[in-house]
C-alpha cells in the first residue's frame, strides 16, 4: 500500500479481554516497529522486527503482551487479559530496513480504551 | 525508558515568529531524527542529523546537533499556524537499531 497501515483505528473492550492489533507496512519495508503512546505522553518503544524476527522485545510492559509478524509483511500486536493501564495509542511504523540511519513512517495509530 | 527529554514541554507563539524547541539524550548517538505529530496519531519524519554534522537546513527548519552536550535543537522559522503539532527527538541508543523517542514539545502557533 502507498503508507503503513493500522487496524482498527479504535478498539474499546472490556478488562480481562484480548485484543489484536494489526500492522501492515509499507511493501518492501523490512523493518517494523511497534510503539504506545499515553495521552500526552512521549512514545514508548514496544519492539520491533527485522524480516520476521524480532531482535530486541525488551520494550514489552508484560508477558500479558506479545507480537509476531508473518511473511516479513503485516504484524499483529496481542495483548492478553487486557487492564486499564494498557489503554493508549498503538503505533506501528515500518522503514526500507533496520539501522540508525533508516527514517520510520508511521501508521495513524490504534486508539485502546480498555474499561 | 525515554532517551531523550524535550525542553520545553509546551510553547505558545504568534504566526511569524521563530519556535525553538531543545532536545537532550543520554548515550552516544549515531544520528538525531526529528518528528511532528499532529492530533496525537502518526508521527511525520522532518529531519535527520547525523553525529557527524553540526547543523543542517530543510526549508524553514533549522537543526543543530552538539554531541559534547548531549543535545540538538530544532528552530522553526516565520512559523505558521499550521505547524501546531507536537515535536519529537529521535535517536538510536547506543547504537542500536532501535529509534527512541523524546518526551515532545507541543508547539501552538496563534493566527
Known amino acids: 500500500g502507498a503508507g503503513v497501515s493500522q487496524s482498527p483505528s479504535n478498539k474499546v473492550t472490556e478488562k480481562g479481554k484480548d485484543v489484536e492489533l494489526r500492522c501492515d507496512p509499507i511493501s518492501g519495508h523490512t523493518a517494523l516497529y511497534w510503539y504506545r503512546q499515553s495521552l500526552g505522553q512521549g512514545l514508548e518503544f514496544l519492539i520491533y522486527?527485522?524480516?520476521?524476527?524480532?531482535?530486541?522485545k525488551s520494550g514489552l510492559p508484560s508477558d500479558r503482551f506479545s507480537a509476531e509478524r508473518t511473511g516479513g509483511s503485516v504484524s499483529t500486536l496481542t495483548i492478553q487479559r487486557t487492564q486499564q493501564e494498557d489503554s493508549a495509542v498503538y503505533l506501528c511504523a515500518s522503514s526500507l530496513r533496520t539501522g540508525f540511519s533508516e527514517k520510520l513512517f508511521f501508521g495513524s495509530g490504534t486508539q485502546l480504551s480498555v474499561l | 525508558s525515554q532517551q531523550g527529554e524535550e525542553d520545553p514541554q509546551a510553547l505558545s507563539i504568534q504566526e511569524g515568529e521563530n519556535a525553538t524547541m531543545n532536545c537532550s539524550y543520554k548515550?552516544?548517538?549515531?544520528?538525531l531524527q526529528w518528528y511532528r505529530q499532529n492530533s496525537g496519531r502518526g508521527l511525520v519524519h522532518l529531519i535527520l542529523i547525523r553525529s557527524n554534522e553540526r547543523e543542517k537546513h530543510s526549508g524553514r527548519l533549522r537543526v543543530t546537533l552538539d554531541t559534547s552536550k548531549k543535545s540538538s535543537s530544532l528552530l522553526i522559522t516565520a512559523s505558521r499556524a499550521a505547524d501546531t503539532a507536537s515535536y519529537f527527538c529521535a535517536t538510536d541508543a547506543d547504537g542500536t537499531d532501535k529509534l527512541i523517542f523524546g518526551t515532545g514539545t507541543r508547539l501552538q502557533v496563534f493566527p
Open positions: 548515550t552516544s548517538i549515531n544520528n
Open positions: 522486527f527485522q524480516g520476521n524476527s524480532a531482535p530486541d
